[in-house]
T-cell receptor, first 111, second 114 residues
Framework: GDSVTQMEGPVTLSEEAFLTINCTYT??????LFWYVQYPGEGLQLLLK?????DKGSNKGFEATYRKETTSFHLEKGSVQVSDSAVYFC??????????FGSGTRLSIRP | DVKVTQSSRYLVKRTGEKVFLECVQD?????MFWYRQDPGLGLRLIYFSYDVKMKEKGDIPEGYSVSREKKERFSLILESASTNQTSMYLC?????????????FGQGTRLTVV
């Protein structure tokens, strides 16, 4: 069945460091791909998305590119801030309209 | 703005009680979901509904049931609450037909069973 493998956390970085969180998936067909973010005490919210191969989603300085050949959707940010501390979830949509979530990566940014 | 509203932020129930978690969405979405979130386990799908009165089991349906009598409302029912159901419960909705198929989440209900 459909599945997603996400880089395990926690990840701790200093402010202004470069961030990569890896995500690979298996899915039937070519689903839309999503990254969600969960700030402390809140529900999940969509961070960015890509709907077809080679699309790049971007928001708040974060980027991820839909790589069909490697079935990956890695999240990157060039210079992280303390306010980026949160849990990040990679999520491919599936053929059954369900959305499968990775295990989440907790990110902590030191001032 | 899409709104998904869960009836409670925090809930404390006793073992053996029947518990209802309510979720309402205001965007006419066809799909609705219930997940539970536990440390180290990410989000696990409990049940999924793709239409009124239609439901499908997710990965961990044991001990839970759901009800969807109206399109906007999706209820999760713990038939006889147990301590291992202490968790954060997240409701979500989505429109399966494009272009925007992402899920929108409620704020979560933190349930403690004592």
């Amino acid at each position: 069945g459909d599945s997603v493998t996400q880089m395990e956390g926690p990840v701790t970085l200093s402010e202004e460091a470069f961030l990569t969180i890896n995500c690979t998936y298996t899915a039937t067909g070519y689903p839309s791909l999503f990254w969600y973010v969960q700030y402390p005490g809140e529900g999940l919210q969509l961070l960015l998305k890509a709907t077809k191969a080679d699309d790049k989603g971007s928001n708040k300085g974060f980027e991820a590119t839909y790589r069909k050949e490697t079935t990956s959707f890695h999240l990157e940010k060039g210079s992280v801030q303390v306010s980026d501390s949160a849990v990040y979830f990679c999520a491919p949509g599936s053929s059954a309209s369900k959305i499968i979530f990775g295990s989440g990566t907790r990110l902590s940014i030191r001032p | 703005d899409v709104k998904v509203t869960q009836s409670s932020r925090y809930l404390v129930k006793r073992t053996g009680e029947k518990v209802f978690l309510e979720c309402v969405q205001d965007m006419d979405h066809e799909n609705m979901f219930w997940y539970r979130q536990d440390p180290g386990l990410g989000l696990r799908l409990i049940y999924f509904s793709y239409d009124v009165k239609m439901k499908e089991k997710g990965d961990i349906p044991e001990g839970y049931s759901v009800s969807r009598e109206k399109k906007e409302r999706f209820s999760l029912i713990l038939e006889s609450a147990s301590t291992n159901q202490t968790s954060m419960y997240l409701c979500a909705s989505s429109n399966p037909r494009g272009p925007d198929t992402e899920a929108f989440f409620g704020q979560g209900t933190r349930l403690t069973v004592v």
